[in-house]
Each structure stands twice: as C-alpha cells, then as structure tokens.
C-alpha cells in the first residue's frame, strides 16, 4: 500500500490532480483512491483545492 501512496503523491508533485485523474491513470477504483489521499491529507503532504467546482489536491509543499 505504501508503493501505490507513493505513486498517487508523485503524481500530485508533477501538477495538481483531481481523485477522477488519479482513478483514470492507475486504474483504482475511486474508492480506494480516496483511502490513499486521506491518509495523505492527514499527514500533511498533500491539500485539497476546489477550483471550477472541481476539488484538486496538491502538494502540501507549496502552502508551507
């Protein structure tokens, strides 16, 4: 599980993401992506950002 974190917050450090993008390119199941960026959100590393009506997480790097 710490492999595919690792590659959903890659993907956030290379540009803003929504969850849909997350889900299209690794091929998860929204659902378990969701699992990944909370535990992601709750350590910090990453932040969500509605823009548009669509919510995008980012790195938590850029609001430090």
């Given at each position: 599980s710490g492999d595919v974190s690792n590659k959903i917050f890659a993907m956030i450090l290379r540009r803003p993401v929504?969850?849909?993008?997350i889900?299209?390119?690794?091929g998860l199941h929204i659902n378990e992506v969701n699992k990944y960026l909370?535990?992601?959100?709750r350590s910090g590393k990453?932040?969500?950002e509605t823009h548009l009506g669509k919510v995008f997480f980012r790195s938590g790097?850029?609001?430090v």
């Open positions: 929504t969850a849909e993008d889900s299209t390119v690794m909370g535990l992601l959100i990453v932040y969500s790097g850029e609001n």
